[in-house]
């Protein structure tokens, strides 16, 4: 009865805490589910720039934006991974950059009219990227026609790449107007004083000759300084701007590499014989080897000493012919077959001229072949090639010269075109048709001929069979299922004697030496706690990374900021080691000086030498055989003729110096060093003005969890 009346008295109680837990739970669920754009929001943030949010998409589509740009400009289809990771580089400091200066920019008031644009486009004071775009090659100067005309169709006449590509490229005029007027605004407000000049020559005119004894502090054994904890401490904490660490981690890591078995390496060897026969009947060689090989048939006409030595001993020496079959042999990990195609006189090098009819997209192909038909006969007839096509050829940086492309070797130019020039007989015209549209080519002239082959190669690599990649699977991944955490890790790499391998880690690192791209494992070590093995995103903890399998164990993990004692403790007691030996030789130094005067025998009682230098000055980097000493530069600078230092602690070692001459220049132009001072500190001030605004902004770059 007592429980139950108990129940009956905090009835009220319960059913308000139900009923507040249920309203929670419904306020929250709405909050999640309304708010959710803004959790996906702090998911795709990639960079926190002073406090302005970067998404994700934002970014990528600068990328992409860059990405075709690079493009248009190189004439590629395909962007290869280490050109993207640039392009991505480019994109962040564009977008640093637009993000840190906008405010300031705006605060100063600055910007960049329509006038000033049209001016820099096609006024008096044309930017050098549109200058470098619409410049005729042939005088240098800009075709400003082109650029009205260009600008007149940029709305219906271009196509959308190109009217995108411009539409960037005025962004990267504006941007860098902007940038001159902030430059310059700074450049301007900087100012040499006649006095600060005058310092400068007199610093460089004053130079100095001076005797000095070097007590270095490998003098000093290590046990003959007492370093305590307490020393330790006090200089870590008065030092700590140089113990500033980024965020690394470092890792441990094993590889299972995936090689060809000797199963594999007889398959492939069974294969090339039994291909032979047909290899040495096939009519076609460029298609057979491009069906059957796994490196793809190569046209190039060789010379004998561009052939390995075995292969053009056989062609040149023992007298192949046409038809002849080399093989199989084995090098660099593949069994090859070479069949000799055609043996010929052949130039290095050929002089050419071409019409060039480029085909567009989605128009007929037939009028312009119909077109190269008829330039052809034309030019067979008798018809000037030059004026020909300097009137059709869309080729323009060689039509103004008549078509003439001038000497040009092998691997210059793509390959049906090379392969027409460098057959043709001088004045023969022929037709090939390539990427960049139809060629009407006339052979001008031929080089000096030498005997050349082409060579078909048959190539079978040795590569690791499906049940070799299996098994070696299943190895790394009994080990992985074996071994969870780092201790169990080391235990059972040295228990198997395998091989262990470290690396410490940066957050956007693309590289680990001996591994192949593996970005993936980099990410994934920094989503992973001390002392775990580390986990793709799927929660495998085997990379597959090209041909190696990887298991790797997170060992440490070291957060951006000062670093801790513990992990630096080692350096500072060598700074504190090398402190306390300068205390110490200061003390020997001063001991000697106060019992005598004579420098020689100040020297004999401290057992050093006497060094010598000369004709230093104050903006001396370093004295010749003792190093970069500029606390001793900077004393006898100051010092008189004859007048002997004070003991000088230095980088290397304690020091005493004796002035012995000075030479005091003759004064250069005062106002020529004034101007010479300001342009240097105009060019600094350039960089180091954005790198202040850099630095004084908080940037939270979080890329490394995207690429």
């Known amino acids: 009865m007592a429980t139950l009346q108990t129940i009956r008295n905090r009835a009220g109680l319960l059913i308000g805490i139900v009923i507040f837990m249920a309203l929670v739970a419904f306020i929250l669920g709405d909050m999640l589910r309304s708010g959710s754009s803004m959790f996906r929001k702090s998911q795709m943030e990639i960079a926190e720039i002073d406090g302005e949010s970067i998404q994700y998409p934002d970014f990528q589509k600068k990328v992409e934006e860059i990405g075709n740009m690079y493009k248009l400009n190189s004439g590629q289809s395909q962007i290869d991974e280490n050109t993207w990771v640039q392009i991505r580089e480019q994109a962040w400091q564009g977008i640093v950059r637009d993000v840190l200066m906008s405010d300031v920019y705006k605060g ?341 001929e030498t005997r050349q082959v082409q060579i078909a190669s048959l190539v079978r690599n040795v590569v690791p069979s499906d049940a070799t990649y299996q098994k070696i699977y299943t190895k790394a991944s009994k080990f992985a299922s074996e071994n969870t955490n780092l201790e169990e890790f080391d235990a059972a790499i040295a228990e198997k004697h395998l091989t262990k391998k470290v690396a410490v880690l940066h957050e956007n690192d693309r590289t680990i030496a001996g591994l192949d791209k593996p970005r993936s494992l980099v990410r994934a070590a920094f989503e992973t706690k001390e002392g775990e093995l580390i986990a793709d995103s799927r929660g495998s903890t085997i990379f597959e990374l090209s041909d190696n399998f990887v298991i790797a164990a997170l060992v440490e993990a070291n957060e951006e900021g000062v670093a801790p004692f513990e992990d630096v403790k080692v350096r500072v007691e060598l700074a504190v080691i090398k402190e306390k030996k300068g205390e110490l030789l200061k003390e020997k130094a001063t001991a000697a000086l106060n019992e005598s005067n004579d420098f020689a025998v100040v020297a004999q009682e401290l057992n050093s030498e006497i060094k010598t230098a000369e004709n230093l000055n104050f903006n001396s980097f370093s004295i010749p055989g003792t190093g970069v000493e500029p606390a001793l530069i900077g004393t006898v600078s100051g010092l008189e003729a004859d007048e002997v230092s004070k003991a000088i602690v230095g980088n290397n070692g304690v020091y005493i110096a004796k002035v012995t001459a000075i030479n005091e220049g003759v004064n250069t132009d005062l106002v020529a060093e004034q101007n010479r001072l300001m342009q240097s500190m105009g060019y600094r001030a350039r960089y180091e003005a954005y790198k202040a605004r850099q630095s004084a902004a908080e940037i939270i770059d979080k890329r490394f969890k995207f690429y």
């Not at 006095?195 to 001076?210: G, I, R, Y």
């Not at 007298?319 to 093989?327: F, I, L, M, R």
């Not at 090098?331 to 090859?336: E, F, L, P, T, V």
């Not at 057959?423 to 549209?437: C, D, F, H, L």
């Open 108 to 448: 100063l008031g600055l910007e960049v009219s329509a006038d000033e644009l049209y001016d820099m486009v096609q006024g008096r004071n044309i930017h050098p990227i549109v200058r470098q775009i619409f410049s005729n090659p042939n005088t240098g100067q800009v075709d400003r026609a082109a650029i009205v005309r260009f600008l007149k169709n940029l709305e219906t006449g271009v196509s959308p790449e190109q009217r995108s590509y411009w539409l960037y490229l005025e962004k990267q005029i504006t941007d860098d107007r902007m940038l001159t007027k902030y430059n310059n605004l700074v450049q301007k407000g900087l100012y040499v004083t006649t006095e600060e000049a005058q310092n400068t020559l007199d610093n460089n005119n004053h130079q100095v000759s001076f005797d000095y004894i070097a007590l270095n502090y490998s003098s000093v054994p290590d046990s003959a300084v007492e370093v305590t904890e307490r020393d330790l401490k006090k200089y870590y904490n008065s030092h700590q701007n140089e113990y500033k660490q980024e965020r690394t981690c470092r890792i441990e890591y094993v590889t299972f590499p995936v090689t060809p078995s000797k199963q594999d390496d007889q398959h492939a060897k069974e294969w090339i014989d039994e291909i032979k026969a047909d290899f040495t009947t096939a009519e076609d060689n460029a298609q057979f080897v491009n069906s059957n090989s796994d490196v793809s048939f190569d046209p190039t006409w060789k010379k004998e000493s561009e052939l390995p030595e075995d292969i053009a001993n056989w062609i040149f020496t023992e007298g192949a012919k046409e038809n002849d079959v080399y093989g199989p042999y084995f090098k660099d990990g593949a069994y090859r077959l070479e069949k000799v195609i055609k043996i010929a006189m052949m130039p290095d090098s050929v002089k050419a001229r071409h019409i060039l009819l480029r085909v567009e997209k989605g128009t007929g192909i037939e009028a312009k072949e119909a077109l190269a038909d008829s330039l052809k006969t034309a030019i067979e007839n008798g018809s000037d090639f030059a004026t020909l096509a300097t009137q059709f050829s869309d080729d323009t940086g060689s039509a103004i010269k008549g078509g003439d492309l001038g000497w040009f070797g092998r691997n210059q130019m793509v390959k049906p075109f090379e392969e027409a020039a460098f057959n043709a007989k001088v004045k023969e015209v022929t037709i090939v048709k390539s990427q960049y549209g139809i060629h009407i080519i006339q052979t001008t002239k031929r080089g000096i």
